[in-house]
């Protein structure tokens, strides 16, 4: 059975700022915001990788992005812009193995993807 830290949160065995819930995802803010805005988008389905993705997982990917892109029309952000971001394994700084989505928004962000 998977239990990261987001199932947890999933099953209110932990707090968390929850701003979005459907029967699919979970949304919630990010305990250590990189953002003025920074929410995680997390599936109910456990994937603990982008590497675990097959086509049959296509429609819990696409909420995650509509999710977020709903999020920022409803918090007014939308046309100033923000970004979403997805992590993998150690290159991409993943740290909690259950995928989801960062929303980071609320001022003009830096370039990303720089290595040290
Ligand atoms: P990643 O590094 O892409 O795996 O992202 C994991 C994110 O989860 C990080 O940005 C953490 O700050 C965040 N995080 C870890 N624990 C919690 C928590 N209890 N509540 C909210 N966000 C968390």
């Known amino acids: 059975m998977s239990d990261t830290i987001f199932d947890r ?3 209110r065995e932990i707090p968390a700022d929850i701003v979005f819930e459907d029967e699919h995802l979970i949304g919630f803010r990010d305990i250590a915001p990189q953002a003025p805005v920074h929410v995680l988008f997390v ?6 990788r982008l590497n675990d993705l097959t086509p049959a997982h296509a429609e819990i990917v696409g909420r995650l992005a509509v999710a977020a892109a709903d999020f920022a029309k409803q918090e007014g952000f939308a046309e100033d812009g923000y970004r979403i971001v997805m992590n993998c394994n150690e290159h991409g700084g993943q740290t909690v193995f259950q995928i ?6 609320g001022a003009p962000l830096g370039r990303f993807g720089t290595s040290k």
Do not use: D, F, Y
């Not at 989801?100 to 928004?105: G, K, Q, R, T, V």
């Open 9 to 11: 949160i999933i099953r």
């Open 43 to 48: 599936p109910k389905t456990p994937i603990a």
């Open 100 to 105: 989801h989505l960062h929303l980071l928004a």
